[in-house]
């Protein structure tokens, strides 16, 4: 089974997805990655051209060929929830974790990656701060219903969160996984 990693952007799931492949001796993924390396652009140029429509599209397609991968460690963009097929998908093909960090933790380091601001749009016409609040408040509710662990990633350091995550993988998906 997949080890899913869901949360809002700046939660820290790819910074997660590598500290668990290196601890799980599995693959790791990122479906905002695998869609712009299938696209040849970024996230922020599919929006500009396709709109958001068209980007969620293109990522249920990208979560498709994922979960029909090997076992892997995948973190998912943060809206992926959004799309009731993705949601079915991660429930049916793997275990997955919550990463949650408070709206001002997200803020700060969201600002603090200068990537982030080049690959990835704005969702709404609101301040950042905002939009973070308004969107949680939206997908926090789908983040809970596929996720079986939910892990505050502004309380402790990831590479503690990825010890406690590797244990509760192996007990919890009954997988002979080396460590």
């Excluded at 712009?36 to 969620?56: A, C, S």
């Excluded at 060929?65 to 793997?94: D, F, H, M, V, Y």
Aim: with cysteine; net charge neutral; proline share 4%.
């Amino acid at each position: 089974m997949h080890l899913y990693l869901v949360g809002y952007r700046g939660s820290g799931k790819t910074t997660l997805a590598k500290l668990l492949s290196d601890q799980l001796g599995l693959p790791w993924f990122d479906s905002d990655i695998e869609v712009e390396k299938k696209e040849g652009v970024t996230i922020r140029e599919i929006f500009d051209k396709h709109g958001e429509t068209g980007f969620r599209d293109r990522e249920v397609a990208a979560v498709e060929r994922l979960s029909q991968l090997p076992t892997a460690i995948i973190a998912l963009g943060g809206g992926a929830i959004l799309r009731p097929k993705n949601r079915q998908t991660i429930q049916r093909t793997g275990c997955c974790v919550w990463l949650n960090a408070q709206p001002e933790e997200l803020a700060k380091r969201i600002h603090g990656d200068v990537l982030t601001a080049q690959r990835r749009p704005a969702l709404t016409g609101l301040s950042s701060f905002e939009e973070i609040v308004s969107l949680l408040a939206r997908r926090e509710p789908l983040y809970q219903e596929v996720s079986q662990l939910k892990v505050e990633t502004d309380r402790e350091p990831l590479h503690d969160i990825a010890k406690r995550v590797a244990i509760w993988y192996q007990q919890r998906c009954n997988e002979e996984v080396p460590t």
